[in-house]
């Protein structure tokens, strides 16, 4: 049963802290209208989304999907499995690559961070081809586009089928924007002690690259707390970006592909990062523990239960709105004796205007135990005259 405010009087359920919160007015943010082919926004404090457009959509990633080259090899690095000062080798099939490069040739042997740079910055369609065929079960970069898809999978990327390491155009290579979200947001989480790389703007290897040495993210120097991640382009993907930006405590994941130019692209970028910081703001109305209500308890050595929250209450809402954040708690009722403290008896479900719904767990705040012969008949009596107060025809 949902319980919201004009019921709990009814049903003797005292929540004098959610009734307070009920009227606390938010804000209506615009919805952001964007030109691009897909589109997938999340508040990763709060793993709000603020928009998803076309975001299950499997679309041609282009070099963005070196971000998952990247995310496997930051996790052999983490296992042992690689080393950052390991020279590799540079096969024929790598040099072969055209497009973004390191320029490399098979006479080289190059470190893995110099690798991992190069297709940070450098968006290195060869880095990529070298650390696959090194990492892959059967040396192949074809082996290790396998490995990739079946990990990608496991992370819980649905929509994502590699064909090569770099993003090159391939008519099975495809991911949407969301897995490419779902993708930043755990390098970010996962390897903060690699994510810095990803904001450097520069990086001029062995001098050899004069024609490529800087990040193309349009976003890094703004001065809008942009530090990540990676572009691409190929003519059927257009141009797309999975971009990150951190204001305060707030952090801001993105991706858009489809856009038509590198400017529309740049325009978007900021324009995205704007909105989402200007919009938009958390607020919090509660800690873990807390106890905003009661329920009743049948048969219980007391009559009801203390609702605790199970994990802080801080909720992203809109700046600008006349409309209300809904607070309502939903629970099973009658809750039986005895009660665990701790045990979840319900969740508190907020709804917020042009946000999506969402619940956390309600835990019991204290032990109940069972009553005796007098609290069971008390409970009866209770329970047959909240029935009649909410059905009275029901009653004759």
């Known amino acids: 049963m949902l319980y ?69 090899a930051f996790e052999y690095i983490n296992q042992g499995r690689l080393e ?5 080798p540079v096969s024929d099939a790598a040099v072969k690559y055209r497009g973004s490069t390191m320029f490399l040739n098979t006479s080289d ?70 897995d490419l979200a779902i993708l930043a947001n755990r390098i970010i989480s996962d390897f903060p002690e690699y994510y810095s790389m990803f904001a450097e703007d520069i990086f001029e290897f062995d001098g050899r690259a004069a024609a490529n040495t800087r990040n193309r993210n349009p976003l890094l120097g703004l001065g809008i707390g942009a530090d990540g991640l990676k572009t691409g382009h190929t003519s059927e993907a257009g141009y797309g970006l999975v971009g990150s930006a951190l204001q305060g405590d707030r952090r801001v994941i993105f991706v858009i592909t489809g856009l038509r130019s590198q400017s529309v692209r740049a325009d978007e970028a900021e324009a995205i990062v704007n ?6 703001t958390e607020k919090k109305y509660g800690k873990i523990n807390d106890v905003i209500g009661f329920a009743p308890v049948w048969n219980g050595d007391t009559p009801q239960v203390g609702l605790a929250l199970a994990d802080d209450l801080d909720i992203l809402v809109p700046v600008f709105d006349n409309e209300d954040i809904n607070f309502a708690a939903r629970i ?47 409970s009866a009596a209770k329970f047959v005259l909240r029935s009649i107060s909410q059905n009275p025809e029901a009653a004759f």
């Not at 679309?59 to 971000?67: I, N, Y």
């Open 4 to 72: 919201q405010n004009k019921f709990l009087s009814v049903l003797n359920f005292s929540i004098t802290i959610l009734l307070s919160l009920i009227f606390l007015s938010t804000s209506k943010a615009l919805s952001f209208e964007t030109s691009a082919k897909a589109a997938f926004i999340l508040d990763q404090t709060t793993g709000t989304v603020l928009l998803k457009k076309n975001a299950d959509q499997p679309l041609p990633p282009a070099s963005m999907s070196k971000l998952m080259t990247l995310y496997m």
């Open 84 to 88: 950052l000062t390991e020279k590799l």
């Open 109 to 178: 042997r190059v470190s893995v961070e110099d690798l991992l740079r190069g297709i940070i910055v450098l968006s290195g369609n060869d880095a990529c081809v070298v650390l696959a065929e090194a990492l892959s079960p059967d040396g192949t970069e074809k082996g290790f586009a396998d490995l990739m898809t079946r990990r990608a999978k496991k992370m819980g990327m649905l929509n994502s089928v590699f064909a090569n390491s770099n993003g090159w155009p391939h008519p099975e290579h495809k991911m949407s924007v969301k």
């Open 275 to 280: 909105w989402a910081f200007r919009q938009f």
């Open 332 to 378: 099973t009722t009658p809750i039986k004796a005895p009660v665990t403290k701790g045990a979840t008896i319900g969740n508190l479900v907020i709804s917020r205007p042009n946000l999506p719904t969402f619940e956390i767990p309600l835990l019991a705040a204290e032990n109940i135990g069972s009553g005796g012969f007098k609290e069971k008949v008390l």
